[in-house]
């Protein structure tokens, strides 16, 4: 083994391979080399006993945790308009506040707090709507590019049925597209672009036809938003009768199945649109926060992954109220729980060990091997001192996710690096 | 007015008198003389001009948080055992950890964190349950004592229905409860016992009577559990068949109405048990946080406040998992947004100020004049670097609420007095 790009990491380690159990190994060894882990043991085995090791003690080891939805453009409002629905939210709160990263220097201010926040809370990967503006959005791909996190970032799109303050033409709006495709194409593993269209009632038929067109041309992946809101899907059926379901809408204008997707919220999803999603590689990022906060409902996550879709859990800011994702995937618990109880008396509530799979490789899968501690898997990691020790790993998790503070989170990873505040 | 009695303090101040609206001073001045509010002004009058004035700039002034349910004995487990309802989670997490408060090193370690965490979670006065433990309470009155915070502390009782290592036998835990009604009687304004049977199924005939005749010969308070869970309820209806509702089993003892009562979570009352409540001087602890992660259901909040019934908010740790009452009003307003969805279209969701107010001065009542910046009340509060001075203060104090953190409470007040960590 070559030894000088092998560190060494010991610790008490829990992560999920898949969704039914918890992995733990106390006093385990993660051997990782270059960014990806080479492997993971009980014990060292010779070729190792005379490299340094990095020794946590009985602190935990975890991956990152994963956000597969959330709005960095919407960060200075987390917490406001959690007294409305969707609609008048966007046109009360969140239009003005977008408005605002026009101006360069606001954009840097916001955004700079807004990714040591991202940091601080446990998340090392992110897919994140900007907003419409070119300049600011160029200054948070620098930004996540220097904190050493990895993102999708995506300029958002919405040429129509938005305020006259937030709306861009749809040539400009493809144009500034294509401009982030070709600058982002190559120039880091980490951070890439996404195709964003806000969601179908803001997007003109011209526009989502482009946007595919892009996605087809570059093999870029998309995000969007998907069946959250009675009244925004009544909304597309009215702007759209030509189409079965909302997922339809973007599917007919070719835009899924070029590169993945991520669809937001899908709270109301039907049995088409489930039948879409498993053949264009539609990813769920499972809201839990922001769907209570706004009155969306709950959405099917058991039903989801039964049917074998990938979901991630997204903080949904600002929607969602709390960027961290360890809160979220509480959210997600007690979510499973309000749907037994309230929708489904036969969907079974969210073990723990599913529940933190979301967090972690269920949404990390969208970034390639992230979100385990398996061989070959990039390592993304968080030290967790919860001060514990006396209880079973599975049960130090599970209290972590309820009633951990962040300040618990002592050191953070990222495809094999340490990063830190910037 | 005398000057040497009196504190004045100024900023931002922001609470509720009644629930539907908030009072808000922006710069404002509030006189304090010994433990209670003189006045509340946008201006100093003359005779104030040369007083010495604590000037807290633009951070916020809100009442301090009252937590009307928790166990301090269960702190230990925040967060564990969220995979089970009542009556499992109570036996392999609650009674386990509990009994190891025969041990009083143990309480004195466990309940000197839990008094700390408790300040430092904005919370100014509260109603514990301890353990059934005579050592361990009185420990847990001495501590609470030292910090400067308001609570009414219950030896809990026990008798029957409970595993061997935590039961006691009837007469002990009525002499117990004796002993502990005469000691604190009179030993501070602020610290006071309460009565505290478990819940009907862990209370004998023979006790809740004796219960009972203590409360009417002492004039004490009562606190216990009502309709949490339907498991939980059945059993009751098994036992007490001769009762037709559960709080109608205390009642026919003679519990109520001796002196006032808190009754945690009422999730599944019917009219019979609110037109009791209404006679008797039942408080309302509301737990979302508990009644969500032990899938007990959905408090009618707004219920029990249009049939004038007083309400306040309860962390109920460690079924709850967060302690924070600032949290809990977010869950709080979550709660009725899934009422709303799922229980009953017609119930409308909280307000912000209704919420606030119930984290307030709804809960504050069961302590006198408390919860509340109006002449007379006692100067409970806490003084909020939120950093959003750019918002209007009830923007500001709802995105405290839902994204704030604790480490944004700077100082706390209790009494008229600062209160700090023991």
Request: glycine share 8%; proline share 3%.
């Amino acid at each position: 083994m070559a030894k000088d790009n092998i560190k060494i990491y010991k610790g008490d380690i829990i992560f999920t391979k898949t969704p039914d159990k918890f992995e733990s190994i106390e006093g385990g060894y993660i051997l990782v080399e270059g960014n990806k882990i080479k492997k993971i043991c009980r014990e060292l085995d010779e070729s190792c006993k005379n490299m340094e090791i990095t020794d946590f003690g009985d602190k935990m080891i975890i991956p990152g945790f994963v956000d597969l939805h959330l709005h960095a453009g919407q960060f200075r409002n987390l917490g406001l308009g959690m007294d409305k629905e969707l609609l008048p939210w966007l046109e009360t709160y969140t239009f003005p506040e977008e408005s605002k990263f026009q101006d360069t220097r606001y954009a840097r201010e916001v955004y700079l707090e807004f990714v040591n926040a991202l940091l601080e809370s446990g998340t090392t990967r992110s897919v994140i709507f900007a907003t419409l503006h070119k300049e600011a959005t160029d200054i948070l791909f620098d930004l996540i590019n220097q904190s050493g996190m990895g993102a999708f970032i995506g300029k958002v799109n919405m040429d129509r049925n938005s305020p006259d303050y937030l709306i861009e033409n749809t040539e400009e709006s493809l144009e500034d597209t294509e401009y982030f495709i070709k600058k982002y194409a190559n120039s880091s593993e980490l951070v890439k672009f996404i195709i964003t269209p806000r969601f179908i009632p803001t997007c003109s038929s011209e526009l989502m036809t482009g946007l595919a067109e892009l996605a087809q041309k570059y093999k870029v992946p998309v995000q969007s938003h998907l069946s959250e809101n009675t009244g925004e899907i009544n909304w597309v059926h009215e702007l759209h009768p030509e189409s079965d379901n909302y997922l339809g809408v973007y599917d007919k204008y070719g835009i899924l199945g070029q590169d993945s997707a991520v669809m937001a919220h899908c709270v109301h999803n039907d049995n088409k649109e489930i039948e879409i999603m498993k053949k264009k590689r539609v990813f769920v990022a499972h809201c839990p926060t922001s769907n209570i906060n706004l009155s969306s409902g709950t959405a099917p996550v058991k039903k989801y992954m039964d049917n074998g879709i990938d979901v991630g859990i997204g903080s949904d800011i600002s929607g969602g109220h709390i960027l961290s994702i360890k809160d979220c995937t509480a959210y997600a618990l007690q979510a499973s729980k309000i749907y037994n109880m309230y929708v489904d008396k036969n969907s079974p509530i969210l073990k723990t060990s599913e529940a933190f799979y979301l967090a972690t490789k269920g949404g990390g899968k969208f970034f390639g091997k992230v979100g385990s501690f398996e061989e070959e898997y990039e390592f993304d990691a968080l030290i967790i001192n919860d001060r514990n020790a006396d209880k079973s790993l599975e049960e130090r998790l599970q209290s972590f996710i309820y009633s951990g503070a962040l300040s618990d989170i002592e050191r953070r990873f990222c495809a094999g690096k340490e990063i830190k505040k910037i």
